[in-house]
Nanobody, 123 residues
């Protein structure tokens, strides 16, 4: 079974930096788009950043110029480097990946989610 394990969350003061990582493991044929989403209390989950298999990227406007998403395909890992953090960045951050698996004679692509990691930015 495919699993995504996240790491790197924590408490940081405004203006600081954190790097999140998310490693996929299991019976993986290929990984397509990977991304990071976040959910703050009382708000809907929103896309923060995503990166395709050939590495074009997309960011939500509020993090452009501050966050950088990258991936290491050899390690099945996606990263989110966060700099100049603001209190409004406080949220639970979730890793997402669209992963192809081979089950019997069939290929199946589905979205997988990490468990979430808390990022708290104090003023």
């Amino acid at each position: 079974q495919v699993q995504l394990v996240e790491d790197g969350g924590g408490l940081v003061q405004a203006g600081g930096s954190l790097r999140l990582s998310c490693a996929a493991s299991g019976s993986i044929f290929s990984i397509n788009t990977m991304g990071w989403y976040r959910q703050a209390p009382g708000k809907q989950r929103e896309m923060v950043a995503r990166i395709s298999s050939n590495e074009p990227t997309d960011y939500t406007d509020s993090v452009k110029g501050r966050f950088t998403i990258s991936r290491d395909n050899a390690k099945n890992t996606v990263y989110l480097q966060m700099t100049s953090l603001k209190p409004e960045d406080t949220a639970v951050y979730y890793c997402n990946a669209r992963i192809m698996t081979k089950e019997g004679s069939r290929f199946l692509e589905r979205a997988y989610w990490g468990q979430g990691t808390q990022v708290t930015v104090s003023s």
